[in-house]
């Protein structure tokens, strides 16, 4: 099992102003930062990101979205990441959330859904080596 995840917060929450609450409550969970970056997707680039979902219904609308405003993209520590990563985020839908987890804190709707995290250890991998060279982790 590894013992990193790959997050996003997304457009909502950055042009809301919780970047750093939301940052505050991950390094608070446990989690150490391996790797920051502040940044803006291109349609192309968030279309490569989230192509596993090219057949959804949403995906054009996802595709959109990501692209809406800057996001911060980071790689995170902590033993069992991924599984733990995904408790404190909360279920995908915010509605669904449970108290206290970010998307129940600071996401808006199943779109705009504040954070984004890995859901495999494959998976956090491939998301880490999209946005980050072997120069900008430690
Ligand atoms: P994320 O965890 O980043 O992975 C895929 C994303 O697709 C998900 O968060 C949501 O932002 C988005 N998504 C999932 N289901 C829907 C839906 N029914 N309508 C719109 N967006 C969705």
Redo the contacts with the bound molecule.
Sequence with gaps: MSNRTFT?I?PDATSKGYTGAILDQIIKSGFSIKALKWTKLTPSQAGEF?AV?SE???YG??VE??CSGPIIAAILEKENAVSDFRKL?GA??PANAEEGTIRKKFAT?????A???S?SDENATIEGDFFFSKLERF
């Design positions: 996003m997304k989230y979902h959804r219904a949403f609308e996802l979205y990501m985020i995908t839908n709707s199943i779109a705009e859904n954070v984004h995290g859901d």
